[in-house]
C-alpha cells in the first residue's frame, strides 16, 4: 500500500494568480510566462517567446511557478505584460507603511554582527557551538545527534520489526535538544497514539530516506502529524529533514521564510499550513540566497547556516534596526549604519 494519499502534491486547485512568473512543464522553449487575463475558465499567459496562449482551467497543473528576486520578478513581469498590451499592477506584499528588507540590508546587517560570516568564530562558537557548552541553539551537536538516532539502517531495522514506538521516541528525542522546535509545536509529535505513531514512523522515514517525489513525502508526514488533531507547525515538518541532510534540506520558520520571500520570491505567499508542494519552492528560494551568499564571500557551511541566516536578519527586532537605517537621511547613513552596529555587537 502506498503512503501517499492519491492526490498528494497534485496540486489540482492549483490557480496561477495574475502576475506571477510560470513555466509550462512541457514546454520549455516557451521561457517564462505571465497571467495576465481570466475569463471563463480560461486564463490567457504571455511567454518569453512572444506568443500569447490561452490555457484552460484543467490544465493549469502544468504550469510551474517561478520564483525570482523581486526587482528581476517585477521587470520580467512588466517585460512580458507589455508584450501583451496590459498594465499589471504592483503588488507591495510588505504593506503600505512598511519598508521593504532588502537582501543588500540583511547582509549589511549581518556584517555587522559576524566577522567572518559563517567561518568566523564568533557565528561558530554562537550558533554552531565550536568550543562551547552545549545549549539547544548550537546546531552541530544537533546534527550528530540527528545522524546517530534517525540513521537509515538504524530506522528501517525498527520498521520491519514493527517497532514504531522506537522510531518516534528516536524523533522526539533529538528535537527536545534543539531550539528548531518550541515545547507547543513539538506536542503533535508527542500526542501520537499506538494508532497513529505506526503511520507517523513510515512516512518520516519515506521524507528522510525515500526515492519518491519530495512533496508526495512530506504531505504524507504532515498528514500522519495531523492526525494528532492538532496544528502542525513549518518547524516540526522540516526540523527532522534538516538536521539530518544539512547539505540539502533546511527547517521553515514560516514567519522569517515569508519575509524572506517578500524579496528572494515575491510570488511565494507563504501560508501558516504546512505543504510539500510550497516547500519545494522553499528549498529552491533558499538554493537563491546560498548563491546570493556565496557571491557575497559568505558561503554557507549548510542549510542550516541558511536558516540561522534568514532567522536572524529577518527577526522583528532586525528588521526595525535596518528600516532605521534606511530611514536615515543620506549624509547620516554612515553614522547611523556603525551606530547600529556598534549596539548590536554590545
Known amino acids: 500500500m502506498s503512503l501517499f494519499p492519491s492526490s498528494a502534491n497534485q496540486d489540482s486547485d492549483f490557480d496561477p494568480e495574475l502576475g506571477g512568473l510560470y513555466r509550462h512543464r512541457t514546454r520549455a522553449s516557451w521561457g517564462l510566462g505571465t497571467k495576465v487575463w481570466r475569463k471563463d475558465g480560461l486564463s490567457g499567459f504571455q511567454f518569453q517567446d512572444g506568443n500569447l496562449r490561452r490555457i484552460a482551467d484543467g490544465f493549469a497543473h502544468l504550469l510551474e511557478p517561478v520564483d ?7 521587470r520580467l513581469q512588466k517585460e512580458l505584460a507589455g508584450q501583451a498590451g496590459v498594465i499589471l499592477g504592483r503588488r507591495n506584499q510588505a504593506g503600505s507603511d512598511e519598508i521593504l528588507v532588502t537582501f543588500q540590508d540583511q547582509l549589511l546587517y549581518f556584517r555587522g554582527l559576524f566577522e567572518g560570516g559563517f567561518a568566523g568564530d564568533a557565528w561558530k562558537k554562537k550558533y554552531r557551538g565550536a568550543g562551547a557548552r552545549r545549549i539547544k541553539r548550537h546546531r552541530d551537536p544537533a546534527i550528530a545527534d540527528a545522524s546517530a538516532q534517525l540513521a537509515e539502517a538504524d530506522l528501517r ?11 518516534i521516541e528516536r524523533a522526539i528525542a533529538v528535537l527536545e535538544k534543539t531550539s528548531l522546535v518550541t515545547k507547543t509545536q513539538l506536542k503533535p509529535l ?13 512516512t518520516l522515514v519515506e521524507v528522510l530516506y525515500g526515492e519518491g ?12 502529524l495531523r492526525a494528532s488533531r492538532m496544528n502542525v507547525s513549518w518547524a516540526l515538518v522540516t526540523a527532522l529533514p534538516a538536521l539530518v541532510h544539512p547539505e540539502r534540506h533546511t527547517c521553515v520558520r514560516s514567519t522569517a ?41 559568505l558561503a554557507p557551511t549548510d542549510r542550516v547556516d541558511v536558516y540561522d541566516f534568514i532567522v536572524l536578519t529577518l ?6 534596526k535596518i528600516q532605521a537605517i534606511k530611514t536615515t537621511t543620506p549624509s547620516k547613513s554612515a553614522e547611523a549604519v556603525e551606530a547600529v552596529e556598534e549596539r548590536m555587537a554590545s
Open 68 to 74: 525570482r528576486p523581486r526587482d528581476e520578478s517585477e
Open 157 to 167: 531495522g525498527l520498521l520491519a520489526k514493527g517497532d514504531h514506538d522506537a522510531v
Open 190 to 202: 508527542l500526542a501520537l497514539n499506538e494508532q497513529t505513531r505506526p503511520k507517523a514512523a513510515e
Open 213 to 224: 517525489p519530495m512533496g508526495q513525502a512530506y504531505q504524507a508526514w504532515i498528514g500522519a
Open 257 to 297: 521564510f515569508a519575509t524572506q520571500a517578500r524579496w528572494m520570491a515575491p510570488s511565494i505567499e507563504l501560508k501558516k499550513r504546512p505543504s510539500g508542494f510550497a516547500y519545494e519552492r522553499l528549498l529552491k528560494m533558499v538554493d537563491r540566497v546560498v548563491d546570493e551568499l556565496t557571491q557575497a564571500d
Open 315 to 320: 527577526s522583528p527586532s532586525a528588521r526595525k
